[in-house]
Every structure is written in structure tokens, then in C-alpha cells.
């Protein structure tokens, strides 16, 4: 079964600094989807970034990039430039190929991001 | 495009009762999936309906029921109530193509349930 570990339960960063999530996860697959998704008080859980394992080249979307070592089975999120909206809950996610039958997303124990002004 | 709704947004129910619970998902998408958010147990997956037939099922209790109607948009209905079940529970939606990149979930803003 895959499993995704996040190891840090919670984190805190200047405002405009740069931070650092830490995602590592366990399968047998050659291909699969990982996600970040960041998840405010709100509780609306929001997609922050995919990869998808076959690509080599590291997704980015804005200040979010990741750092995705496929060997390792590590799947980093980086912030840059952190604001305070960025605070929230964040949850690492795995997904196996796309067929039927395997929508199924496995979550992390997430990590809380504190911005501190 | 409207995102995914979910209604209702808040229930207190008490324990023994039923309760059924609805999501739209985006226009497009025909996959729905259900996921049960608590503080012990985290986020756990429930089941995935994708043209009205369930295709994938977590390790609940059969108290625990879904379907999906001609038009995607699903329900999640669990009987006889129990305290533990007590949770935020999240509905996504995707476009589960066979093939492509497109198989990324995007969800609801949750109905939160209490259980007296």
C-alpha cells in the first residue's frame, strides 16, 4: 500500500522569507501524481501543485515550487517570497496511475505553516 | 466555472439518526470522490463514483453509502450515527480521463457534521 510521510507537524516563517516543506512517500509504481494542497482556516482544501512522476523537470506555479527526487521518493514543496495568506495547512498527496478504479487520494498528516509578520 | 458545492455546510445530528449529504461537482467532471477529515485519523478516503457506479471503496463500516445520479452530482449518506463520526467531510471532483494529466482532484468546502 502507498503511504506518504510528512515529518515536520509544524512550521513558521518570516514573511517574504523562503520555506521549505519536507513530503516523502512510498510505492511500488513507476508512475504516478503527487500533489501539494494547502488547506486555510476555511478548512476549503485548495491545490497548490501536481507532478507527475514521469516528468524530470520540477513543477513550479508562482512563489511554489517543488523539488521532486523520484529515486528517493521525496517530494518537497518550496515557498518563496512567503505571505501571510500562505498560512495554512499544508497535505502532500499521492495518486496512482490514471485507470479506472484508482482516483483514490493517499494524504500526508500535513504540516501547519505559521507566517510571522 | 462554478467550483464544487457542497451542501449542507453544517449538521448536528444525534447519534442513531441517518444522514445524507450532497456535492455538485464541476461542470465536466464525472468523477466524485468522499473523504472523511478528523483530527485523529486525518484525511481517509471513503469511496469514488464515476458514472454512477462506485469504482473505488476505503475501509469504512456499510454504514457508510454513496451514489451518483445521470448528472454527477453525488450523495454520501451514513446510518445510525456514531459519536466518532463526527467529521469534516470533503467531496472532490476530477475529470478522470483514461489518459492525459487531468487526473488532479479538486474539492468542496466540506460539511461539517457533529454527532451529539
Known amino acids: 500500500a502507498q503511504t506518504v510521510t510528512q515529518s515536520q507537524p509544524e512550521m513558521s516563517v518570516q514573511e517574504a522569507e523562503t520555506v521549505t516543506l519536507s513530503c516523502t512517500y512510498d510505492t511500488s509504481e513507476s508512475d504516478y501524481y503527487l500533489f501539494w494542497y494547502k488547506q486555510p482556516p476555511s478548512r476549503q482544501m485548495i491545490l497548490v501543485i501536481r507532478q507527475e512522476a514521469y516528468k524530470q523537470q520540477n513543477a513550479t506555479e508562482n512563489r511554489f515550487s517543488v523539488n521532486f527526487q523520484k529515486a528517493a521518493k521525496s517530494f518537497s514543496l518550496k515557498i518563496s517570497d512567503s505571505q501571510l495568506g500562505d498560512a495554512a495547512m499544508y497535505f502532500c498527496a499521492y495518486t496512482p496511475p490514471i485507470k479506472f478504479g484508482n482516483e483514490k487520494l493517499t494524504f500526508g498528516t500535513g504540516t501547519r505553516l505559521t507566517i510571522i509578520p | 466555472k462554478a467550483g464544487v458545492t457542497q451542501t449542507p455546510r453544517y449538521l448536528i445530528k444525534t447519534r442513531g439518526q441517518q444522514v445524507t449529504l450532497s456535492c455538485s461537482p464541476i461542470?465536466?467532471?464525472?468523477?466524485v470522490s468522499w473523504y472523511q477529515q478528523t483530527p485523529g485519523q486525518g484525511l481517509q478516503f471513503l469511496f469514488e463514483y464515476f458514472s454512477e457506479t462506485q469504482r473505488n471503496k476505503g475501509n469504512f463500516p456499510g454504514r457508510f453509502s454513496g451514489r451518483q445520479f445521470s448528472n454527477s452530482r453525488s450523495e454520501m449518506n451514513v446510518s445510525t450515527l456514531e459519536l466518532g463520526d463526527s467529521a469534516l467531510y470533503l467531496c472532490?471532483?476530477?475529470?478522470?480521463?483514461?489518459?492525459?494529466?487531468?487526473?488532479?482532484?479538486?474539492f468542496g468546502p466540506g460539511t461539517r457534521l457533529t454527532v451529539l
Open positions: 472532490a471532483s476530477s475529470l478522470a480521463r483514461l489518459a492525459g494529466a487531468q487526473n488532479t482532484q479538486y
Open positions: 461542470s465536466g467532471h464525472r468523477s
